[in-house]
Every structure is written in C-alpha cells, then in structure tokens.
C-alpha cells in the first residue's frame, strides 16, 4: 500500500512518514500544495494524508482538482483546533475525514488502516483469504492461526493482494503500490518477492496467471 503525505511543516510530515513507514507503507511526500496536487494527479496512491494550510495552493483546491479530476483516493485531511467550516469545506471538496492538530500519530494510523482497507471493500480490521489472516492493526501475517516473519516488502505484497483478493493483480500495479517514488523500481523483482513469500507462507495460495499477474484466491489453499 502506497501513500502521500502533503503537509508543509517538514518535522510533522517528517514525524508522519516515519510513522507510516514503520508501519509497512511506501511513502512519498510532498510539502506544498503545487508538488503534492501533481503527485495525487500522476501516482497511483492507496490513501492521502493532506494539509489543508498549504503554500502556494491550499488543501481544500487541491482537493478539488483531484476529485474534479476523478482521482478516486481516499484522503484524510488535517485541520486547525477550531476551524469547523475547514472541515465542512473539506468533505464537501472530497475528503473522507479528518484529523485535528495536534494529534497523536496512533489515532492517524487507525485512520489509515480503516480507510484503506474500506476502500478495498473490507470491514474488519482481520483480512482472511483461506487459512493466511492478515492482522493489519499489529502488521502481521499468519498462516492457519501461526505469525510467520515477513520482510517489509513482503508484507506490503501480501497486504496488497490480500486487500484486493479474488482479483487479478499484474506486476506493474503491484510495482506501483509497494515502492514510493524515490525507489529503483524493477518490477522483475516482484517474481522473486513473490516466490520468497510463497515458501514463507506454505500455501498455495498465490496464483501466477501466465501474462497477466497474480491472483491470491481465497478459494485455493485449502487443506
Ligand atoms: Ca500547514
């Protein structure tokens, strides 16, 4: 899962990419309105996390554009203590909720997880294909009840296609999602991700369908 962070003050975005980093997301940040509106119009982004006081286009117009735009992802927006009509105008421009400074950074990653995974048609915060349970609060991943030791782009491979199981999933998508923009991205290399993470779970669950990518059905791998 792929996330922007557009907010101008560089120790919070600092501060809440770090966050968002740790807890398995690729990131990339933007600190104005201009950088970060391009980035939401080009990339393919699972969640933005956006300031709403921002330098030289402001949050809510930005929000604007992307949803004029059809850019279909979900946002959480970050608001001043007081300001109520911030937040009016950020749902009314597309947002789909809220943080108020000052927050704590445990609060956003709540936000995220649920946003996320209700975007991917998922409810609760256990994600289950078959006997692997991703436990997207604590990170983890298990097969048949036992936690198994991912690497982080194991797991972002994994919490991918768990979100968006039963669906066939190609290598560039999957490229997109689980790099942030800075990273050399090669996505021969998601084979080998992928066939590192198909011995871990033990399992076969993850199907290769020849041309097209992957596809992690949940009625595989059982027994
Ligand atoms: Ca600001």
């Known amino acids: 899962m792929r996330i922007l ?9 600092r501060q809440i990419v770090a966050a968002l ?3 398995g997301y690729a990131v990339d940040k933007a ?4 950088d970060g ?3 939401g119009e080009t990339e393919p982004y699972d969640l ?20 004029r735009a059809e850019r279909k992802m979900p946002v959480i927006i970050l608001t001043a203590r007081d300001r109520w009509s911030d937040k009016v105008q950020g749902f009314d421009a597309g947002a789909d909720d809220y943080v108020t400074k000052p927050f704590h950074v445990e609060e956003l990653l709540a936000r995220v ?3 996320v995974r209700r975007a991917a048609g998922h409810a609760s915060s256990e994600i289950v294909c078959g006997p692997i349970t991703l436990d997207t609060r604590a990170g983890r991943a298990l097969v048949e009840g036992m936690a198994i030791k991912l690497t982080s782009h194991e797991y972002r491979l994994l919490s991918y296609l768990m979100h968006h199981q039963g669906r066939v999933v ?11 923009q800075d990273f050399d991205r ?14 871990k779970l033990g399992v076969e669950v993850i199907q290769t369908v020849r041309g097209l990518g992957y596809l992690l059905d949940p009625d595989q791998g059982r027994g």
Request: hydrophobic share 40%.
């Open 5 to 13: 962070v557009v907010e101008d003050d560089a120790s919070l975005n």
């Open 21 to 23: 980093e740790d807890a």
């Open 31 to 34: 600190l104005d309105g201009e």
């Open 37 to 39: 509106q391009f980035l």
């Open 48 to 67: 933005v996390i956006l300031d709403l006081g921002l330098p030289k286009i402001d949050g809510v117009s930005v929000l604007n554009a992307w949803r």
């Open 113 to 115: 997880r649920a946003l």
């Open 170 to 180: 190609s290598r560039t998508e999957l490229t997109e999602h689980m790099y942030d």
């Open 186 to 199: 090669d996505s021969n290399t998601i084979e080998v991700f992928v066939g590192r993470l198909r011995k």
